[in-house]
């Protein structure tokens, strides 16, 4: 049995705390060829994740707040923010499902903010995110301007 409790919320915080990217995963599926990734996530703000979107093979992607607030932002191809989903936990919006081959990030507001984040898989690491030429890759200099100004 696998369970989502305060002691694993609380390791993968410490994780995020001390990880150059801010951020910590535990997967829970059994292994990366499966057939639906399954993963709890801590974040903190300041965290760039690229626009991307999944589209080889086209694949949806859910994420469910459990605690922190977040907000999705959906792109057009001209790197236009033409959505911004708002998730808190326990507000009005709770969890969203991301349609496939849809330029995406994520932007955190809250420290330690705790997310599950489904997708189809396998997982395949050459394939699974097609980023976006626009928007600057994860390590330089001008992504975590980006990611202050989302």
């Known amino acids: 049995m696998k369970k989502l409790d305060k002691s694993l919320f609380e390791k993968l915080r410490g994780v995020a705390s001390n990880d150059g990217r801010g951020r910590a995963h535990h997967t ?11 993963m709890c ?5 300041g965290s760039y994740i690229q626009p991307h979107r ?12 459990l605690e922190g607030s977040a ?4 792109f057009n191809d001209n790197a236009t923010v033409t959505e911004r989903i708002d998730l808190t936990a326990n507000g009005s919006i709770q969890a969203c499902e991301i349609p496939q081959e849809t330029w995406h990030t994520l932007v955190v507001h809250t420290n330690g903010t705790i997310l599950v984040e489904i ?16 928007a600057p890759k994860e390590g330089e200099k001008t992504a975590r301007d980006l990611e202050k100004k989302l």
Not at 71 to 74: A, G, M, R
């Open 41 to 45: 996530v801590a974040i903190n703000p």
């Open 71 to 74: 907000s999705i932002l959906i």
């Open 119 to 134: 997708k189809p898989g396998p997982y395949e690491p050459l394939t699974d995110k097609d980023f976006a030429a626009w």
């Open 28 to 38: 829970l599926h059994p292994e990366p060829t499966d057939p639906v990734q399954r």
């Open 54 to 65: 999944h589209a080889s093979p086209p694949k949806w992607e859910l994420f469910l707040i």
